[in-house]
C-alpha cells in the first residue's frame, strides 16, 4: 500500500526512537526516578530568558503581516544577522545574500542535498553518524558512502577518505561538534581534508561539496575552538540551527550559509532558494526567525552541559569504560565491553539503564549516552553502572 522503500526504512527505523520507546515502558513499570534515560539528545535546558523575552516582545509588538509568506530566503534583516554572526570568525566574511533560513538543521541538509545531488551521486558520511543522513540523502537520489573514523580518536580516518572519493562524489557531510562522538574535528584533520579533495577535484574534474552540519557549534568544553570551515575549504555550506544553541528543537528554525568562495555562487543560492520552495518548506517560520535574530549570539550554559559531561564521564572511566572524552556536543560514545553492542544495551536495560547501541549510528561494538538530563538521573544512576560493570568484571 504505501511505498516499498518507506516500509523497508520503517523496518530499519531508528535505534534511538526504539529505545526511547523502551524508556517510557520501563518508566510505566518501575517510575521515573528509577529509569536512566540516556537515549535521547533532546534539549533539557528551557531557552535562555533573552529568547523568551524576545518572543514576547515579538508577540505584544506590532505584528500585522508578520503571518503572510515571505521571500523564500527569509526576512532579509534577519539573514543579515545571521551572515555577520557566521562571518564573525573567519577572514572569509559572507553577505546577506549567501543565507537561506531553513527548517532546523534538518530540513537545511535536506534542502542542499536536493539541491546538489544527481541520481546515483555519492555523498561520503564518517561512522559514527547521525543517522538520519542515510535518510536524507536517499531522499534526493543520492548514495551514502560509509568512511572509517580513527577509533582512538573518532576524526576522520584518512586514507580512507581519499581511496572512497571517485568520480561520482558529489559531497562530504561532517559533523563537528560530532553527534555521537562529541568530538571537534582539528585544524590539521580539515587543513589535510581540503588538500584531499582539490587533488581528487583535480583528477576527477570535478566540483566536491563539504556540507558542514553544526547544530552543536556553540556546546564546546575545555577552550576547544572550533575551527572555521570557511577558512579551509572552498566549495563549502554550513547547515546549522538553533535546537541545541538555544533550545528551541521543537520550533524548527535554522540556516544554511555557503561561503563566497563557492564557484558560481549565485547559481547556488538560487539552487537552494528552489529547492526550499519546492520541498514544501516554502519559507522558515516567521516568528522564530524574529526570535533568533535578536539572539543569534545567545546560547543556553554550556557550564550544564559540562557539569553533566564531567559526571557521566568521570564515573564511567572510573569503572574502566573506555572512552574518548568528548569535546562538545551532550553525548558520551563509550566501547562496549563486549563485541556485540546491541546485546549489551539490552543487558544496560535490565538494570534500568536506556542506551543507544553504535550499530545505529554505523559503528558496532560502541554504545551512545546522552547527557542532556537532569544531574541527579546521572546521580542516581550510579550503582546501576557499578553493577553493570560488575556484570561483565570490568577492571576499574
Ligand atoms: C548531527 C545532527 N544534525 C542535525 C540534527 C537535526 O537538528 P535540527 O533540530 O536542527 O533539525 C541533529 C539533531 O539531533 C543532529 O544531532
Not at 503581516?65 to 523564500?72: D, E, S, W
Not at 581519499?162 to 559533523?175: D, R, Y
Not at 563539504?210 to 570551515?229: A, G, K, Q, T, W
Not at 533550545?247 to 532558494?273: C, F, K, P, T
Request: one cysteine or more; hydrophobic letters at 40%; proline letters at 5%.
Amino acid at each position: 500500500m504505501i511505498s516499498k522503500k518507506i516500509e523497508e526504512n520503517l523496518g530499519n527505523s531508528s535505534w534511538i526512537r526504539k529505545m526511547f520507546e523502551e524508556g517510557a515502558k520501563l518508566k510505566a513499570i518501575h517510575g521515573d526516578d528509577n529509569v536512566y534515560d540516556f537515549s535521547i539528545g533532546n534539549p533539557y535546558f528551557e531557552p535562555p530568558t533573552a529568547v523568551v523575552e524576545n518572543l514576547k516582545t515579538i508577540v505584544n509588538g506590532d505584528i500585522k503581516g508578520l503571518h503572510r509568506y515571505m521571500a523564500n530566503a527569509g526576512y532579509q534583516e534577519v539573514r543579515e544577522k545571521v551572515a555577520a554572526a557566521v562571518s564573525e570568525n573567519t577572514k572569509n566574511k559572507i553577505p546577506f545574500s549567501n543565507v537561506v533560513m531553513t527548517v532546523g538543521a534538518a530540513g537545511a541538509l535536506n534542502v542542499a542535498l536536493k539541491t546538489l545531488l544527481n541520481p546515483e551521486e555519492e555523498v561520503i558520511v564518517f561512522s559514527p553518524f547521525f543517522v538520519e543522513y542515510v535518510f536524507y540523502i536517499e531522499n534526493h537520489g543520492g548514495k551514502t558512502i560509509i568512511t572509517e573514523t580513527d577509533k582512538s580518536t573518532f576524526e576522520p580516518d584518512l586514507d580512507a577518505f581519499a581511496k572512497n572519493i571517485n568520480a561520482k562524489t558529489k559531497a562530504v557531510i561532517i559533523n563537528s561538534p560530532n553527534n555521537p562522538t562529541g568530538v571537534i574535528y582539528s585544524a590539521e584533520t580539515l587543513k589535510k581534508m581540503a588538500a584531499i579533495i582539490a587533488e581528487k577535484e583535480k583528477a576527477f574534474g570535478s566540483t566536491i561539496f563539504v556540507l558542514s552540519d553544526e547544530p552543536y557549534s556553540v556546546i564546546r568544553y575545555d577552550n576547544v575552538e572550533l575551527p572555521h570551515v570557511f577558512d579551509y575549504f572552498k566549495n563549502v555550506i554550513i547547515a546549522n540551527s538553533f535546537s541545541k544553541s538555544l533550545g528551541l528543537a521543537g520550533e524548527r528554525i535554522g540556516y544554511l550559509a555557503a561561503s563566497g568562495l563557492v564557484d558560481n555562487i549565485d547559481l547556488l543560492m538560487n539552487g537552494l532558494i528552489f529547492s526550499n520552495r519546492t520541498l514544501g518548506f516554502v519559507n522558515a517560520p516567521a516568528i522564530f526567525q524574529k526570535v533568533i535574530g535578536d539572539s543569534v549570539n545567545d546560547t543556553v550554559d554550556v557550564n550544564l552541559y559540562l557539569e553533566r559531561r564531567d559526571l557521566l564521564y568521570n564515573h564511567l572511566a572510573s569503572l574502566g569504560f573506555e572512552c574518548v572524552k568528548p569535546q562538545g556536543a551532550f553525548y558520551l560514545f563509550p566501547k562496549a565491553p563486549i563485541e556485540d553492542d546491541v546485546e549489551f544495551v539490552m543487558k544496560a536495560k535490565e538494570f534500568n539503564i536506556l542506551a543507544v547501541p553504535g550499530s545505529g549510528f554505523g559503528c558496532p561494538g560502541y554504545f551512545r549516552l546522552s547527557y542532556c538530563i537532569g544531574t541527579d538521573t546521572i546521580e542516581n544512576s550510579k550503582p546501576a553502572w557499578e553493577k553493570l560493570a560488575a556484570f561483565y568484571n570490568m577492571k576499574k
